[in-house]
């Protein structure tokens, strides 16, 4: 089973920019639809964004569209979150996730937390206003 490492966040005030990185270990990435996901204290997890298996496929939750964009590198075995534009309301734990498709479903992406049986366990990012 692939093992998830989320790395990358910190403290940044608000207007700037975080790159947040999520390795794997124990399997090829490229196998895996991945997501990035966050939850903020006293709500509930949310969708960020997803990425299908070739990265030619990507979706985004509507709060962070146009300033998030999420990437993969299935030869570093590594998915990526570039945050751009951050606001106090992106302070959160945000974790990556990932499950195994086939290899027919290679176009296909998942908002929803339960088609993710893999996750990392999760790194702070908090934006100061």
């Known amino acids: 089973q692939v093992q998830l490492v989320e790395s990358g966040g910190g403290l940044v005030q608000a207007g700037g920019s975080l790159i947040l990185s999520c390795t794997a270990s124990?399997?090829?990435?490229?196998?895996?639809?991945m997501g990035w996901f966050r939850q903020a204290p006293g709500k509930e997890r949310e969708f960020v964004a997803a990425?299908?298996?070739?990265?030619?496929?990507?979706a985004y939750a509507d709060s962070v569209k146009g300033r998030f964009t999420i990437s993969r590198d299935n030869a570093k075995n590594t998915m990526y979150l570039q945050m751009n534009s951050l606001k106090p309301e992106d302070t959160a734990v945000y974790y990556c996730?990932?499950?195994?498709?086939?290899?027919?479903?290679?176009?296909?992406?998942?908002?929803?937390?339960?088609?993710?049986?893999?996750w990392g366990q999760g790194t702070q990012v908090t934006v100061s206003s």
């Open positions: 124990g399997r090829t990435l490229s196998a895996y639809i």
């Open positions: 996730a990932a499950d195994y498709r086939p290899a027919y479903s290679t176009n296909y992406y998942s908002r929803g937390d339960g088609e993710y049986n893999r």
């Open positions: 990425i299908s298996r070739s990265g030619g496929n990507t």
